[in-house]
């Protein structure tokens, strides 16, 4: 029997998708568990419709990623720090770059931010932000002795 998922089940199947299993596991725990639904001309359209209108989305998605990835490579972030010797006392973190970006109204969350190494020195630094799975953005923080 055919069957489309309509939740993930571990090393079974994930969502939208369309497998052929025996006729009694089908009925007697898929369908009945609400894990799938028999596929039929009827709920293949909806599932066709569904993933048209997915796409869309993630579409959607990406554009207005992009339209913050513009913003955001266009800004140019200063913290100005107390340091001896060119070594900064600390470092920046993904909190105090979230704050700073909000404060310039950019609300992000701050496990997006991904910080290579550690922002201790003064300088210009590269601080990269992922957006979306498909779109990342580079931010130039900037490091100034107080």
């Known amino acids: ?24 596991y ?12 028999k596929y039929t001309k009827t709920s293949s359209e909806i599932l066709s419709s569904d993933l048209k209108n997915i796409a869309l989305k993630e579409q ?6 992009n339209e913050l990835k513009k913003k955001i490579e266009s800004l140019i972030l200063e913290f100005k720090v107390e340091c001896n010797n060119g070594r ?14 909000k404060k310039r109204g950019i609300v992000i969350d701050k496990k997006k931010i991904k910080i290579d190494g550690s922002l201790s020195l003064l300088g210009m630094h590269n601080v990269s932000i992922n957006l979306h799975r498909k779109v990342s953005a580079l931010l130039k923080v900037m490091l100034i002795e107080k």
Not at 26 to 37: C, D, F, M, P, T
Not at 88 to 101: D, P, R, T
Request: net charge neutral; charged share 30%.
């Open 1 to 24: 029997m055919k069957v489309i998922f309509i939740k993930d089940l571990k090393k079974q199947g994930k969502v939208n998708e369309i497998k052929e299993v025996s006729d009694g």
């Open 26 to 37: 089908a009925i007697n725990y898929l369908i009945k568990n609400g894990y799938a639904v």
């Open 60 to 65: 959607e998605d990406i554009n207005i990623a």
């Open 88 to 101: 900064v006392f600390g470092s920046i973190s993904s909190k105090q770059i979230c704050e700073e970006l």
